[in-house]
Structure formats: structure tokens, C-alpha cells
């Protein structure tokens, strides 16, 4: 409370106290700038006419100090002027003497709550840029490095659109939040939008919203994702999948930055930060004509290339360590590193699924394994376990992310359908281990004809003898029999 009106002073003091607040009373300009400089308090009083430097001065030197303090300016009736240019210069409000202390007291809570709530704001700010900042990118590379120096440039600028590209797995998602995360629309909504995720119909009212009546059960008009988006990122993913009726009204949006809701005729205009990313050949896509080429052009303002992971070697290792240090956790083991094969299996393997293929591995490791150091072989799987002989194609590959195949034969990611003919899961020796073990060609296999296989295979080993095989295949001896008629072996 600053005020050279030893009443003023005193009766402000006395309503404030009543309410639970610590009040400071100083009587010139002076005086506050030099406690604020020491201690910044939630809300100051302000009188403007005072004895030595005026309260607008002491506005301005105190905001200098600290910019987000809530300042509410006292006044004389007749100064109601410069109670307005004070507004300007960022007090939270004012009121003119005589007031009404009851006033003066919802004055107070008022400023108090928002300086509360901005506080909170604040805080999940800078929890959002822990969680979600650069520092996640783990890599020593200068080809990564080169990356995210420009992604930090791109964070401070303005709003520059960004096309990122770059394989399956080499952490583009990861990039777009941390440009998010660290900008200053880190407090506005990240929005990520799959474009191969939904119909064109379906995708067009999500995203620009609907007014009321645009169709039968629209009782109510609906905001969109690009107006939620407001003062945010929007982030499209795989835009090189989004069908080229939607692309030309993409591109609308992103020249304009406006749009109109599903059965509106207002256009709208946001504030947004797009970010479009893909694992295609964008420019191969506009050659062939699957992608327009002007709104190619519009999205490639600041291209940023990922490089994959084997063209980054450096960064094998402590990633390989990141992982292991972190789901290590996740899992709660507490493994301390790799064995010496497995290290040098990682260094050299090609990583076609990338980054995400390398933590899945480890992941796969850590829980399947038993020895206390992790041992894991990219080109198959898990290591120390006897392959079965398997058809021919399926060999060499682990986990390959969805687009990293162009050249390989085999496709397999965590959640492919296990092929193991027969093999009951549960009582196999070989346990959660199989699918590890086996991967699904990319031009896909006919079940019964592994299966088949198996159980051929499985006699062959045994000479012939009926129960042995089935022991092998996880099967009883009458169940292996069953199978054996069905498939005109008996
Ligand atoms: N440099 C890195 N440091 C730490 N983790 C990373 C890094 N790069 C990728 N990852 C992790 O790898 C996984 C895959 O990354 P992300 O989802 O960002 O890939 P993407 O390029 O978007 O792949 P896709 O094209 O398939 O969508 C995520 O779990 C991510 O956290
Ligand atoms: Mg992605």
C-alpha cells in the first residue's frame, strides 16, 4: 500500500488484515521501489499524487522489476485520466478516493485470484517444457545436433510453418512438441491430427467445427480442433497420407489462417503454428499427382529433415543406455547395461524401424529376459534361445516400424500375429519369447500351411514318433493326431 495519507494508509491496512492478507504500508514512491526490489508482493496500491516520483513512475520501474505484478492504481476523483494511462501501462485497475473499502476488498481477491491462476499457468508451462522439451532428444551427433538447433530457432520465431520428414521412427513426433513446448504458445493447445486417421466427411467437421443445423443432429454449433487450436500448434501428422479433397481445403486454411465451420458462412480466423510431418517422399507424392504441389510449397516454408538412425551412428549407444535407463523403471528391473555381443550387435545393425525400433527392443529385452545384463540381437530377436528352423523369408528381421521396409522382406512389428503352427503359447517352451522369433512376411503366409509345416517338420525330428513331436509342438499326443488327419498325414 503506498499512499502519503496516513488515513488512507491505515484504513486500507485494517480491511486487508480483516481478510487474511499481510499488508505493507510504505508513504512515497521511493520507499516501494526499494521493498518491491527486495520483495515483490502479490498486489500493490497504488496512489498516483504522491510527494517525490509519481505513481504512474512507480508503475512503470515497478512492472520493470517485476512484469507480471498486479498493480491497482489510487486516485482523486479528478484523475481519472491518468488512472486510464496507467491501465495502459499495465495496472490491473484502479479506484477513485473516496471508495468503498467493500470494493476495495473484492479489488483485492479479484487481483490475488489471477495472480494465483497465472502463477499455476506458469508453473504447468514450465512442467509441460520438462516433460516435453528439447532436453528429451538424446543424441550426440551433429547431424542431430544441426536439427534441433534449427527446431530452437523455429521455437522462438513467430509462427513459420514446418515440414518435417524423415523415416518411421527417427522422433519427428518428439520434435514437433519440443518446438510446441518451448515456444511461446506453450500455454495454448498442442493439437496433433492423424490425417489418414478419418474420412474426409468426418475429418472436415472435426477440424473446422460445425454450426448449429449443419446436419440432422447438430443441436448445437461445435468449436473444431483449428479454433481449439487457437494461439497453439497444430501438429498434422502423416499429412502425405491426407486424401486431395481435403488438401485443397488445407490449403485454404493455411494460407489464410481462416475457415469456416461445417454449414457457416463466417470465416474465422486463428492464430496457429502448423507443423506437418511425414515419412513418405512428399516430392515423389507430387510428381505422381497423390500430393498437391502448392500446398506442398506451403508446407515447406522450414523443412527439417530427421536423419535415420544409421546414418547417426553416435547416437546407437547412449541411446541404446537412455532407453535402458528408462524402462528399466517402466518394467521395474534394474539391469545395468548390455553384454559385450549385444553391444556391438547394436552398434553394427542397419535400424530400419529407427529409434522407436531400438526402444522396442529393449523394451521386448527387459521383460523377456532373465540374465542380469541385457542381451538382445537386432537381426532376430532375442538372443540365446534356439531358433527352429523356419520357413525361408521370415529370418532377419525384428521389429521394422510401418514404413521402414521398402527393401526388406519381412515386416514385423510388437504386435504382429505370432506364427508358430501349433505352437500353443502357453505351454511352449519357447513361451512369450515366440513372437520374437517369428515375424510375418510382408506378403503374408497361409496359416494352415505353417502350421502344416510344423508338424512335419516336428515328425521328421522325431523319427516319426507321435508323442515326442507333439511335446515339441506344445501339443498333446491326441491333439497332434487330430492335426495330423485334418492335414491328410495319418
Ligand atoms: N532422439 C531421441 N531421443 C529419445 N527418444 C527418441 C528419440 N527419437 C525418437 N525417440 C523415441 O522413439 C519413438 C518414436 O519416435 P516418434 O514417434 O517421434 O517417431 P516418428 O518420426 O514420429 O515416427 P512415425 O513416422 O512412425 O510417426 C518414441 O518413443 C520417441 O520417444
Ligand atoms: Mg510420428
New binding site residues.
Partial sequence: MVDDERMIRWSIQQALSKDGHSVAAVETGEEAVAQASDEMPDLVFLDITLPGIDGVEVLRRLKSIEPSVSVVMVTATDDVKTAVEAMRLGAYDYVSKPFDLDRLRVIAQNALDRHDLRQEVEFHRKESVKKYGFH????VSKR?SDVVEIARKVARSEAATVLLQ??????????AQAIHYESRRANRPFIPINCTALPTELLESELMGHEKGAFTDAKAGKKGLFEVADGGTIYL?EIGDMKVDLQAKMLRFIETKTFKRVGGHRDIEVDVRIIA?T?KDLPGAVRSGAFREDLFYRLNVIPIE?PALRERRE?ILP?AD?FLALLNHDVKREVPGFTPETLSALREYDWPGN??EM?NLIERGLILGEGEYLEIRPSSGLAGRQSPKVPANTEGGMDR???GTAAGTTVGTTDTETVGAGVDPHTGATGGGIAAMFTLPSRGVVLEEVERSFIVQALEMQGGNQTKAAELLGLTRDALRYRMKKFELL
Fill in positions: 528429451r532428444i538424446v543424441g542431430l524423415g523415416e518411421s521412427g527417427t522422433g519427428k513426433d518428439l520434435l501428422d510431418a515419412n530427421m547416437d541411446l537412455h529409434v522407436r526402444r516400424g510401418a514404413a
